[in-house]
């Protein structure tokens, strides 16, 4: 067992009353209870096509426990048949199956995979097919975890298992995409026709088509005078207030492991709640990451000069 996660190691009801809890635990999110402690979750269950299904999903999740072989594999034929039984669509009956089968998925890869791996991101974001079977898997893991125990639930479970989310979801807004932005190709053209041929060739060159995608010709101009000052400082940190309560922070450094729960760390410690990100490594080894968090005490300022100063302590290395 050893270097394996082995997620049934936690469970310490049974089967039946494990899975009631777990669907008392999305309730809690969809009534508001965990608003303070998780507001991405919270947000994403008020978002969710299928509340029905997912309620169902959480339900069903270990149904095939004690079946012999893969108890993912048999409790999604199981959860089918059940929704054939009960009268649901095709359609229902194949998302539910697939969310059974893959209840286990966003765990193996969270914790057992590299994140920074673009690769591993696209396999496991081909897994899921699209953006709402994907907040539906993570809801079912929120909930799945918390039905173990009070404790299942830590600070870092939750930083890996959002920072899968994000970079995942960021993937499939991605091919969604019909907002104002060009395609990559089309971008990193007019960046080459308004910029200097040296910045085109430290910079342009090395901007992934998914984050090309994601910003105005504006904002990616910007960026790459962020990226430059970044070479003479350790961190650069710019915020917009957009409401009383919330901002859009503009994060931008040097690529290191464990950038992610730092970040996200330090935004917990300054009780910033992280509403959506956008996270995105340029192959030069710029991290260019754009936050939108919200601090219910209405004290956004302070918060968040706050967390710049923290951030900027750990990657200098003079916090402890």
Same mark, same amino acid.
């Given at each position: 067992m050893?270097?394996?996660?082995?997620?049934?190691?936690?469970?310490?009801?049974?089967?039946?009353?494990?899975?009631?809890l777990a669907v008392r635990e999305l309730r809690k999110l969809r009534e508001g209870h965990y608003q303070r402690d998780y507001p991405l979750l919270t947000k994403l269950i008020r978002e969710v096509e299928n509340p029905g299904i997912l309620f169902l999903t959480a339900l069903l999740h270990d149904?095939?426990?004690?079946?012999?072989?893969?108890?993912?594999?048999?409790?999604?034929?199981?959860? &089918?048949?059940?929704?054939?039984?009960?009268? *649901?669509?095709l359609e229902d009956q194949q998302? /539910?199956? %697939?969310?059974?089968?893959?209840?286990?998925?966003?765990?193996?890869?969270?914790f057992r995979r590299d994140l920074h791996d673009e690769q591993v991101i696209l396999r496991f974001a081909?897994?899921?097919?699209?953006?709402?079977?994907?907040?539906?898997l993570y809801l079912i893991t929120f909930a799945d975890i918390k039905a173990v125990g009070p404790e299942a639930w830590t600070s870092w479970?939750?930083?890996?298992?959002?920072?899968?989310?994000?970079?995942?979801?960021?993937?499939f807004e991605k091919n969604d995409m019909t907002g104002p932005f060009? &395609?990559?190709e089309e971008?990193?053209?007019? *960046?080459?026709?308004?910029?200097?041929?040296? /910045?085109? %060739?430290e910079y342009v060159e090395h901007l992934p088509d998914r984050y090309l995608s994601c910003?105005?010709?504006?904002?990616?101009?910007?960026?790459?005078?962020?990226?430059?000052?970044?070479?003479?400082e350790v961190l650069l940190v710019e915020w917009k207030v957009e409401k009383k309560i919330e901002a859009k922070v503009t994060i931008c450094t040097k690529d290191r492991y464990g950038l992610f729960s730092k970040i996200t760390g330090s935004m917990f410690l300054n009780h910033l709640n992280i509403l959506e990100a956008q996270i995105h490594t340029w192959e030069n080894g710029i991290a260019l990451d754009t936050f939108w968090v919200q601090d219910v005490t209405k004290d956004i300022e302070r918060r968040l000069e706050q967390f710049k100063k923290d951030l900027e302590e750990i990657l200098s290395g003079r916090s402890l």
């Amino acid at each position: 067992m050893e270097g394996k996660v082995h997620y049934d190691l936690y469970h310490v009801h049974p089967v039946d009353i494990h899975s009631i809890l777990a669907v008392r635990e999305l309730r809690k999110l969809r009534e508001g209870h965990y608003q303070r402690d998780y507001p991405l979750l919270t947000k994403l269950i008020r978002e969710v096509e299928n509340p029905g299904i997912l309620f169902l999903t959480a339900l069903l999740h270990d149904i095939g426990k004690g079946m012999g072989g893969d108890h993912s594999f048999v409790g999604a034929k199981m959860a &089918k048949r059940i929704g054939g039984r009960m009268g *649901l669509s095709l359609e229902d009956q194949q998302l /539910m199956g %697939s969310l059974v089968s893959q209840h286990l998925l966003m765990v193996e890869t969270a914790f057992r995979r590299d994140l920074h791996d673009e690769q591993v991101i696209l396999r496991f974001a081909n897994e899921i097919k699209n953006l709402n079977s994907l907040k539906m898997l993570y809801l079912i893991t929120f909930a799945d975890i918390k039905a173990v125990g009070p404790e299942a639930w830590t600070s870092w479970k939750d930083t890996l298992l959002m920072e899968l989310f994000l970079k995942t979801s960021r993937s499939f807004e991605k091919n969604d995409m019909t907002g104002p932005f060009l &395609k990559g190709e089309e971008m990193a053209n007019r *960046l080459r026709d308004s910029l200097s041929a040296e /910045m085109v %060739s430290e910079y342009v060159e090395h901007l992934p088509d998914r984050y090309l995608s994601c910003y105005s010709l504006e904002e990616i101009t910007h960026h790459i005078e962020m990226a430059r000052s970044v070479e003479r400082e350790v961190l650069l940190v710019e915020w917009k207030v957009e409401k009383k309560i919330e901002a859009k922070v503009t994060i931008c450094t040097k690529d290191r492991y464990g950038l992610f729960s730092k970040i996200t760390g330090s935004m917990f410690l300054n009780h910033l709640n992280i509403l959506e990100a956008q996270i995105h490594t340029w192959e030069n080894g710029i991290a260019l990451d754009t936050f939108w968090v919200q601090d219910v005490t209405k004290d956004i300022e302070r918060r968040l000069e706050q967390f710049k100063k923290d951030l900027e302590e750990i990657l200098s290395g003079r916090s402890l």
